[in-house]
Nanobody, 127 residues
Framework: QVQLVESGGGLVQAGGSLRLSCAVS????????MGWFRQAPGKEREIVAA????????YYADSVKGRFAISRDNAKNTVYLVMNSLKTEDTAVYYC????????????????????WGQGTQVTVSS
């Protein structure tokens, strides 16, 4: 059973930074392409960033491009999301997710392509 646990959320002022972490257990971490999603109140869950199994390929939503960075440390079974220049519109619950396509070489952008999810961590950006 794959388990994902996010941490690092919190309250930050606009313009500030946070680093989210997602620790993965239960299966070889390098088997999974990973993604970060977010869901704000009253809105649908949306992709924020994604990374391939090797970490060589990444994707960013246009709304976070240039401000957020996704990375992974396969030795630590952890994926990170560094968020800089935060805006109030970044306020949401952030979820990490794992894809289970064993031979994948790319990232995945759709929520339905992910089979395992963390419980989420709240990020609140104040003005």
């Amino acid at each position: 059973q794959v388990q994902l646990v996010e941490s690092g959320g919190g309250l930050v002022q606009a313009g500030g930074s946070l680093r989210l972490s997602c620790a993965v257990s239960g299966r070889t971490f390098s088997s999974h392409a990973m993604g970060w999603f977010r869901q704000a109140p009253g809105k649908e869950r949306e992709i924020v960033a994604a990374i391939s199994r090797s970490g060589t390929m990444t994707y960013y939503a246009d709304s976070v491009k240039g401000r957020f960075a996704i990375s992974r440390d396969n030795a630590k079974n952890t994926v990170y999301l560094v968020m800089n220049s935060l805006k109030t519109e970044d306020t949401a619950v952030y979820y990490c997710a794992a894809n289970s396509a064993v031979f994948s070489t790319t990232y995945f952008r759709g929520a339905l392509e992910y089979t395992h999810w963390g419980q989420g961590t709240q990020v609140t950006v104040s003005s």
